[in-house]
Antibody, heavy 117, light 108 residues
Framework: EVQLVESGGDLVQPGGSLRLSCAASGFTFSSYEFNWVRQAPGKGLEWVSFITYSDKTLYYADSVKGRFTISRDNAKNSLSLQMNRLRAEDTAVYYC??????????WGQGTLVTVSP | QSVLTQPPSVSAAPGQKVTISCSGSSSNIFVSWYQQLPGTAPKLLIYENNKRPSGIPDRFSGSKSGTSATLGITGLQTGDEADYYCGTWDTSLSAHWVFGGGTKLTVL
């Protein structure tokens, strides 16, 4: 089955760190670009970060630049998001998403990150 | 920085047609549309302005003219009640993806 499965969401204190993972299956992971997209409770979608096939090109939203790092391991079919210096406004469901400039065609089920004292 | 503007909500009766607009501040080439049913992850509905992925019924259509895109849904069903988002890749300042604010569709 073609799918993306996120993990790693948790409750973390402000200023803390968390690492999200995304396991891909059912397709050739190395042939696709990936993103992280988040959705705060009751809010709309916010793009967070993008990575090309071989992680040579990385893009970040201004709101997370310098704090979050996207990476991928094509040998393990996995995508990661290292989140440092977390803030309350980072509280959201984080989705692992396949796609690039043309569209986002495959979404994971999401993992909840809560930043609170 | 590009901004995509959508109406917060639209409504129509079952069987009717509805359109959702997405107005952009830059001439992005391709717009895509996503449906988010309550409590679920978003799903791709339309890509490259007017193409439907496999499995998406032809009740859903997309169009684009200049800096505005439109999602059309015909033969509305109660199961179409969802939030709909437009999105595009923007390179006006720094490369990034941008989503519209989302439109809540209510099927009366």
């Amino acid at each position: 089955e073609v799918q993306l499965v996120e993990s790693g969401g948790d409750l973390v204190q402000p200023g803390g760190s968390l690492r999200l993972s995304c396991a891909a299956s059912g397709f050739t992971f190395s042939s696709y670009e990936f993103n992280w997209v988040r959705q705060a409770p009751g809010k709309g979608l916010e793009w967070v970060s993008f990575i090309t096939y071989s992680d040579k090109t990385l893009y970040y939203a201004d709101s997370v630049k310098g704090r979050f790092t996207i990476s991928r391991d094509n040998a393990k079919n996995s995508l990661s998001l290292q989140m440092n210096r977390l803030r309350a406004e980072d509280t959201a469901v984080y989705y692992c998403v396949r796609g690039g400039e043309w569209a986002f065609d495959l979404w994971g089920q999401g993992t909840l990150v809560t930043v609170s004292p | 920085q590009s901004v995509l503007t959508q109406p917060p909500s639209v409504s129509a009766a079952p069987g009717q047609k509805v359109t959702i607009s997405c107005s952009g501040s830059s001439s992005n080439i391709f717009v895509s549309w996503y449906q988010q049913l309550p409590g679920t992850a978003p799903k791709l509905l339309i890509y490259e302005n007017n193409k439907r992925p496999s499995g998406i019924p032809d009740r859903f259509s997309g169009s684009k003219s200049g800096t505005s895109a439109t999602l059309g849904i015909t033969g509305l069903q109660t199961g179409d009640e969802a939030d709909y988002y437009c999105g595009t890749w923007d390179t006006s300042l720094s490369a990034h993806w941008v989503f519209g604010g989302g439109t809540k569709l209510t099927v009366l």
